[in-house]
């Protein structure tokens, strides 16, 4: 008797996975189909050009983008996986290519955001025959091991989320993909668009820029190589956390986490081989304590749904917002009566980077100070930063805006801040008197 063996072909659509090691779609993709491809879609809609008169992603964050997806494809040559890269519509390219090449299955990030889920909705509802496996690799708390048995039980109050999770949940150790025969690689080639396919220009980061590193998780792992392991920064990060200048004040993993070259688990991980090799101290709980944040803001818009993009934001507080241009104008340029907030908004300008410290006074200046839209800074956020997240970008907005976590309806003292965290005046010089530097 003979046995015909039917040959399991599976997609790994990347979206904001974009890494080789610890990713679960890729994972599974591997492990139960024969043959495995992958496709990522440069969604023309993200190169649009927005209500507000701006691209909805500049050139700093495709730039990385494009370096990260260079990388994955090379990495994924490694395992004999194909990655298609495309500039195109998912709902275009992902039927055709699934019909090509016979897909059974597609493997993806579970992402819960409107304008992701419309896109997914309308791919799956083209490809009704097609089986989906989503997973939720961008956390460090696997939601499925959170206490919360629906979302709506999600402290609202971060210390407490922060509490429980930290006294019941493990994270999920990492894992590792093996590579496939070679046969498993497709004689169908793509090329990486570049910079100006997608409309910009060529560009050079200036040599002050804090943020001086490439895209692509090999990228994110010499960073950690370097901040944790050769520098041993990481021992003292608490303490320089809100500084201003040079790559070292800070980890600069944002971007990395941002567009998935790496997991959070990844970094927790790493972080524990450093307490026991190195030295466990509050600084080096304290990156944790920041990436907890971070997966707090997922839970929030997980909880929330669409009302972190809404003006009254999740507290549905009621303010009077305006919407002027001119002030738009001198806050993007960095020509308002403040030079520390000038100084902040020149360096996001020339780099796609701005430090946290600089991010909170920015953004209380826009929106508290000149009671501005908030909204409108959070998508100049979203067309400008290197390390862009819609859940950390919305939920941190929401919070200096007054209409997120922080009931408390705060504004920032921006000259004292400037004396505190500037005293020397260095930073501000550094962008507003370029010559000097
Ligand atoms: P570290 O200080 O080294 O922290 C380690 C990691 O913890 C970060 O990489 C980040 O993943 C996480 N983290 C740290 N602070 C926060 C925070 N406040 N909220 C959420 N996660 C945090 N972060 C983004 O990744 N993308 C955004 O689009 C974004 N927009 C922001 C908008 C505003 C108005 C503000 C005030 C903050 C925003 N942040 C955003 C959070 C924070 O400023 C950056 O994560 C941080 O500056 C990145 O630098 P780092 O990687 O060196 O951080």
């Keep these: 008797m ?18 080789t090691i610890d990713n679960h779609s890729l994972y599974n993709a591997c492990r139960e ?127 407490e989320f922060r509490k429980q999770l930290e006294k019941k949940i493990r994270v999920r150790p990492t894992v590792v993909i093996s590579a496939k025969p070679i046969a498993n690689l ?11 396919d997608l409309g910009f220009d060529e560009f050079k980061q200036p040599n002050k820029t804090a943020f001086p590193f490439k895209g692509g998780e090999n990228q994110a792992k010499k960073r950690i190589k370097e901040y944790f392991w050769d520098t041993k920064k990481l021992a003292v990060y608490k303490k320089t956390r809100n500084g201003l200048v ?12 941002a567009n998935g070259s790496i ?34 803001f997922k839970y929030i818009s997980l909880k929330h749904g669409n009302k972190i993009f809404q003006l009254n934001g999740i507290l549905q507080k009621e303010y009077h917002w305006n919407q002027n241009t001119k002030a738009f104008n001198q806050w993007t340029n960095g020509t308002t009566q403040e030079h520390f907030v000038n100084a902040n908004m020149i360096e996001l300008q020339r780099t796609g980077w701005m430090s946290n410290r600089g991010r909170q006074n920015v953004a209380s200046y826009w929106a508290k100070e000149w009671e501005q839209d908030w909204r409108i800074g959070a998508a100049y956020f979203e067309s400008m930063l290197i390390d862009y997240d819609v859940h950390s970008n919305y939920g941190n907005w929401m919070y200096n805006a007054g209409v997120g976590n922080d009931p408390r309806d705060r504004k920032f003292n921006i000259k004292r801040q400037a004396e505190m965290y500037d005293g020397d005046g260095k930073f501000q010089k550094m962008w507003l008197i370029p010559e000097l530097f």
């Excluded at 003979?2 to 890494?19: E, S």
């Design 2 to 19: 003979t046995y015909m063996f039917k040959i399991m072909n599976g997609l790994v659509w990347f979206r904001n996975d974009l890494r």
């Design 186 to 196: 497709i004689e169908e080639k793509t090329n990486i668009p570049t910079l100006e």
């Design 33 to 159: 189909n024969e043959k495995v491809i992958g496709i990522y879609c440069l969604d023309p809609r993200h190169f649009e050009t927005t209500q507000y008169g701006f691209k909805k992603t500049e050139k700093f964050r495709t730039q990385f983008l494009l370096e990260t997806l260079a990388e994955l494809q090379q990495n994924l040559a490694e395992k004999n996986i194909s990655l298609l890269v495309y500039y195109g519509y998912p709902e275009q390219l992902i039927p055709e290519i699934a019909a090509k090449y016979q897909i059974e299955t597609i493997y993806s990030q579970n992402e819960w955001t409107q304008e992701e889920v419309d896109v997914e909705t309308e791919v799956r509802n083209l490809i009704p025959a097609v089986n989906w496996k989503t997973y939720y690799d961008q956390f460090l708390f696997h939601p499925d091991d959170v206490p919360y048995e629906d979302w709506e039980k999600i402290p609202e109050v971060f210390t």
């Design 246 to 257: 040079g790559k070292d004040y800070s980890s600069k993993l944002s971007a990395w986490l």
């Design 263 to 296: 997991s959070a688990r990844m970094i927790y991980w790493e972080v524990q081989q450093f307490e026991k090799k190195v030295v466990k101290n509050e600084d080096t709980y304290w990156l944790i304590f920041e990436l907890i944040w971070r997966d707090y």
